[in-house]
């Protein structure tokens, strides 16, 4: 919100510096986002008397003898067609900074210093402004919109600085209110804690008006819809003349940034900023039937607002209507039917308060959102409701306007508008802060804040202004307290009379960052993807129409399509990353991923969806293959205490001889294997890459394993090497499987090489093992361990088929 | 026979001289040493044809003949072994400046490696770690955390919605009131999880990082937040390090503060990290909300809470100077591997 200083010093004297008044409030809870004095970007330009004006021939210029006062007189060149003897402008000296501009004069173009120069052989030291050289409007400074001199006053001090005078010393702080102070939200509601942090006294706005005879007869105001429109205040104003607002109130509206349109409609703006409240002015002329209904609008029933657009509405939207038809979108924007138009002669004046989400979510739906449906949104009270309106109807007469009436019509729910007694014991104010807070601090603060305190022992009792709507219970007061007294009193403690409590991770964590920090010594990075993914990512995994993964959450409102939808596999993010790795030239890599698959019970949700963490390595390179990717499951599998089964398997995203299921228990609980090659190609892969998923949430319902200790074989143990001759279907598993199974001393079964071609026979091939005798309780025989290979041949040869190799 | 050993001697101290590897020398050595047919050997079969009156003394000189080449070849081993290290030494030579083999590990996730650092430093202040769930329902995320359906806190926090009830957890709170209901106090949870906005720029992440602490027991008090959050980023951004409390609003807390901490980068002198205020802002907190306490069936006029939370990647990207939120989402190897404080 942006907030003149010299606005808020109408209601609050304020005695500091910009500077220490934007720390005052930052420590009270409001934040000065930016601070700046209006004329920042102008310097040394000063009241110039103009004392002689001579044409340069077959030029339109004029060169200039400039008075500047105690600065000198100086030379200066200047091309603007006002420029004449005995008249006072800014003239900016050598070294000043204004505006520059292009070549038509208005547009800005950054800002320039003022250098010594020659013009058509005329030594000119300075430059006399304009109102867009100097960032003066016209309504800010009347004659500032002229495209030539801005004319000074002739009382003007000769050499004096200029900023005072075009208002250009002024500042502006652009406040952040937080979402518990919707009060705040106007400059007098900001002057109240002003004047509470500086310690002076508010001074509040005039709310006089004098009501003449006449009525508006027959006039109605009806509520068809308190629920959003608890209260609707409307006044009849005549004899109205259209006009220009004065200077004062066009110059406010500038300083925000508002353009002024004409007095009825500028003060109904100036009052919203003001006070805080969106007002609204009708053209009675419009008005039909000489009444005003506040009612949900009709499915499909239509309204064109000021800035002719049409909407089409919906049962969920407030209308203001007259006797016949919508005139305004409750909260939002006036209709263009009963716009304030030069010829206005008489207006209805609307200070109403809406239900603040009825108000967001037509804002939202119609995409429609307006500086007055941004203060509804926020929230508005109904004690701003009523002094808007006063406020409003002051100004009439202030200006001049128009004519007050008595036709005054105040259709509320009979919210009263009048301070509540809250009574607060100080002793729990303070456990809450955990100091002391002296009571006579206590009182001060509260009285400054306008909640007229008294204090009784150690009750409290204050008076909550009606547009405190956020004060409920004594936290509040406590915060109101320690946010005015300084939170510099909080000193730190350390919970001296907590009770004990043992903290730490639970056994799932620790397993958790255990598996991270153990794949992380396999040379692989730790990802983090986004939970959500592209339905085009399902294509790309070339996953089946009736594929599981493809039931996944939507979400109703995403950012856009590639992020709607929630993971079922964390695949296709781990492909989109490898892809992005080697677009940038990063051609081999390890990177794992712990994330959720989201799994629905039903769509769309009405219950918890089943969150299952999940495991996904992605590797990628030259000397990367299924092997290397098997060997990092095997140490998820022994991270975990558990081991795994692989059992060839088909992915529709992975290469068809080259991709396993990962059994576990029995139980599937992943795969592995190499991307698919058109998979690949759409990626633009340079280089093989391979992928695994292991449902995590599955292994962590095992019971926890644990490292323990077995004591060491009492005997020594022997090896054997074994090359086997077999069928080129058998598989290496099957062979280890039949060792183990022949002989119970076999404890590790390892294949070190495999062969095929001359001299095996062409559909056969050569896997060579070694084998680990491991004795038990008694040493191994001498004839021992040639008698167990004797029973592990014979068992490969009945079982697979398979030979020694000769 | 006296001749017969100077020529002996003298052959084997020429001999000696071109010798220029152990098993040179063992090979000429064999020559004279040799038990059978060692030419010092073959000296005692002479012994037959030596008069018996002279026999001892010729067998002396023999035995002193031995012992002088046995004492010869002895050193001249040593010489040799050390000869031969040497030139081993000098062929095994190496350019020491080649590149070491690489040993590479990886690292965690810098967000990860954030997060452990906290639980690290909350756990031993006697903190719980509970996980949060992704998504959650209305409420949870808000109506237990006194946001109720028209409260424009709500705007605050741009929601993602899967269905009417079900939405992407905008706050890792959710867990404290799931915490509270299941648990009387003394409470303290620490819940790090991952959190949803609709917003997407360079300093926003439509899925972030948060790590709220939650602490439910008698007379919990402001000073009890200051006192233990001073404590926190001490351990974190080291000794001396301070906090500094302004006020600010959430609807789960009252009152509600913004905590700054005081710049790590210039120690509060003002520098660019800080925008020359000494200040960084990294968490909000408060005293938990007494309505707050109450939907979880905590009495609030037994109990009181302090509540905080922090952003993850806030905290990461100021820590080890990232410049844009999407480095930490993108996996290039080339930033993970840069950030390995593990």
Not at chain 1, 372 to 400: C, F, N, P, Q
Not at chain 2, 74 to 100: C, F, N, Q
Not at chain 2, 217 to 232: N, P, S, V
Not at chain 2, 254 to 267: A, I, K, Q, T
Request: proline share 5%; glycine share 8%; hydrophobic share 35%.
């Amino acid at each position: 919100m942006l907030v003149p200083l010299s606005w808020l010093k109408d209601y609050v004297d304020i005695n500091v510096a910009p500077k220490e008044l934007e720390k005052k409030l930052f420590s009270c809870g409001f934040e000065v986002e930016e601070a700046y004095e209006v004329g920042k970007d102008i310097s040394n330009v000063v009241v110039g008397y103009v004392e002689e004006c001579e044409p340069i021939p077959e030029t339109h210029l004029h060169v200039c003898k400039v008075n500047a006062g105690s600065h000198g007189t100086f030379q200066v060149c200047c091309g603007a067609d006002n420029v004449q003897a005995g008249g006072k402008y800014p003239v900016a000296l050598v070294g000043a900074t204004v505006f520059a501009t292009a070549k038509d004069h208005k547009t800005v173009e950054g800002v320039m210093t003022i250098k010594k120069g020659k013009l058509r052989g005329y030594e000119s030291e300075g430059m006399l402004c304009s109102g867009v050289e100097l960032g003066v409007s016209e309504d800010m400074f009347p004659g500032a919109g002229y495209n030539g001199l801005l004319v000074l006053p002739e009382d003007a001090e000769i050499g004096a600085d200029v900023k005072p005078i075009l208002g250009l010393d002024d500042w502006i702080f652009d406040v952040s209110i937080t979402a518990n102070r919707p009060d705040c939200q106007s400059i007098l509601g900001l002057a109240r804690e002003v004047a509470a942090v500086l310690d002076q006294p508010l001074k509040e706005p005039s709310y006089e008006y004098h009501e003449t005879e006449v009525k508006k007869d027959g006039f109605t105001v009806t509520v068809s819809a308190p629920d959003l429109c608890p209260r609707y205040i409307g006044h009849y104003v005549y004899d109205v003349t259209i006009g220009e607002s004065p200077l004062w109130m066009k110059r406010r509206l500038a300083l925000v940034g508002q353009t002024a349109i004409s007095n009825i409609v500028d003060i109904t703006n100036y009052v919203m900023l003001e006070i805080g409240q969106p007002m609204h002015a009708f053209d009675c002329e419009y008005i039909e039937g000489n009444a005003i209904n506040v009612r949900r609008a009709a499915e499909g029933e239509k309204i064109t607002t000021l800035d002719e657009q049409e909407y089409t509405l919906t049962y969920n939207n407030l209308v203001i209507c007259d006797g016949v038809k919508p005139v305004a979108l409750a909260g939002v924007m006036g209709g263009l039917n009963s716009e304030i138009r030069d010829t206005t002669k008489a207006v209805l004046f609307e200070s109403a308060k809406f239900a603040r989400d009825n108000i967001r979510k037509t804002a939202r739906a119609l995409g429609k959102r307006t500086d007055a449906s941004a203060k509804y949104e926020k929230g508005t009270d109904e004690y701003s409701t009523v002094h808007a309106m006063a406020r409003a109807l002051h100004l009439i007469e202030e200006l001049g306007c128009g004519k007050v009436s008595s036709t005054h019509v105040d259709a509320n729910t009979g919210n009263s508008i009048e301070p509540w007694e809250m009574k607060v014991s100080l002793s729990k104010v303070n456990d809450i802060l955990g100091i002391e807070v002296p009571a006579q601090d206590v009182l001060h603060i509260m009285k400054n804040l306008q909640f007229a305190p008294k204090i009784d022992g150690d009750e409290l009792t204050i008076y909550v202004p009606a547009y405190r709507e956020d004060m409920d219970s004594y936290p509040d007061v406590a915060e109101e307290v320690i946010r005015m007294y300084g939170y510099e009193h909080v000193k730190p403690t350390f919970m001296p009379d907590a009770l004990v409590t043992t903290g730490g991770m639970n056994a799932k964590q620790r397993r958790e960052l255990k598996l991270k920090k153990d794949l992380c010594t396999t040379g692989a990075y730790e990802c983090i993807h986004y939970s959500f993914f592209s339905p085009a990512d399902l294509d790309l995994l070339k996953l089946a129409k009736d594929a599981p993964e493809r039931h996944a959450i939507r979400i109703l409102n995403p950012i856009n399509e590639e992020l709607s939808l929630m993971r079922t596999t964390l695949a296709a993010s781990m492909l989109n990353a490898i892809s992005r790795n080697q677009k940038k030239g990063n051609l081999s890599g390890r990177l794992y991923e712990i994330g959720k698959k989201f799994i629905a019970k039903d769509l769309p949700l009405t219950d918890y969806p089943d969150e299952r963490e999940t495991l996904c390595i992605g590797i990628f390179g030259e000397k990367e293959s299924f092997f290397t990717l098997k060997g990092m499951a095997e140490k998820v599998a022994e991270s975990l205490y558990v081991k795994f089964d692989y059992i060839p398997d088909k992915k529709s995203f992975l290469h068809p001889y080259q991709t396993a299921k990962i059994v576990c228990g029995g139980e599937e609980v992943g795969y592995l294997g190499k991307v698919a090659y058109p998979v690949a190609d759409k990626l633009d892969l340079r280089t093989d890459a391979y992928l695994l998923e292991i449902d995590l949430k599955t292994l962590y319902a095992l019971p926890a394993g644990k490292a323990s200790f077995k004591p060491l074989p009492k005997f020594p143990g022997e090896s054997r090497d074994l090359a086997l001759v077999m069928d080129k279907a058998v598989t290496c598993g099957q062979v280890e499987d039949c060792i183990r199974e022949a002989c119970a001393y076999a404890k590790n079964v390892k294949l070190f090489d495999k062969y095929e071609g001359a001299p095996i026979p062409p559909t056969k091939k050569s896997m060579a093992f070694t084998i680990d005798f491991v004795p038990g309780a008694e040493p191994f025989e001498a004839e021992s361990v040639d008698h167990f290979v004797k029973k592990i041949l014979k068992n490969l040869k009945n079982k697979l088929d398979i030979d020694l190799r000769s | 026979m006296n001749e017969k050993f100077g020529e002996i001697k003298q052959e084997i101290v020429d001999g000696i001289k071109g010798l220029q590897s152990s098993k040179a020398v063992y090979e000429f050595k064999k020559q004279f040493l040799d038990n059978k047919a060692g030419k010092i050997g073959l000296l005692m079969k002479e012994m037959k044809n030596i008069a018996p009156e002279e026999r001892a003394s010729f067998g002396k000189s023999v035995n002193d003949l031995k012992e002088w080449a046995q004492a010869r070849f002895a050193e001249l081993d040593e010489t040799m072994k050390s000869l031969e290290l040497e030139r081993r030494y000098a062929e095994e030579k190496i350019d020491v400046t080649e590149p070491g083999a690489e040993e590479k590990s990886g690292n965690l996730h810098p967000i990860t490696q954030m997060r452990n650092e906290i639980i690290d430093v909350f756990s031993g202040m006697g903190f719980e770690v509970v996980e949060n769930k992704e998504i959650e329902n209305d409420y949870y995320n808000f109506t237990a955390l006194n946001t109720p359906k028209d409260h424009p806190a709500r705007d605050m926090q741009d929601t993602f919605y899967l269905s009417p009830e079900y939405l992407l957890a905008t706050q890792t709170s959710a867990a404290q009131i799931h915490t509270m209901e299941a648990k009387k106090p003394p409470i303290k949870i620490l819940c790090p999880g991952k959190v949803f906005r609709s917003d997407d720029d360079a300093t926003h992440s439509p899925m972030f990082h948060q790590m709220e602490g939650l602490v439910v027991d008698k007379k919990i008090t402001l000073c009890d937040l200051k006192g233990m959050l001073d404590e926190f980023v001490q351990k974190i951004y080291g000794e001396g390090t301070t906090t500094r409390l302004r006020p600010s609003y959430f609807p789960f807390t009252e009152p509600s503060v913004e905590v700054d901490v005081s710049c790590f980068e210039c120690g509060g002198k003002g520098c660019k990290l800080c925008k020359g205020t000494g200040w960084i802002e990294i968490l909000g907190a408060g005293i938990v909300n007494r309505k707050v306490l109450a939907n979880c069936g905590i009495d609030p006029d037994q109990y009181s809470g302090l509540a905080f939370g922090i952003g993850l990647e806030r905290v990461t990207m100021l820590k080890y100077g990232i410049n844009n939120i999407k480095l930490l989402f993108e996996s290039d190897i080339k930033v993970l591997e840069q950030i390995d404080n593990n």
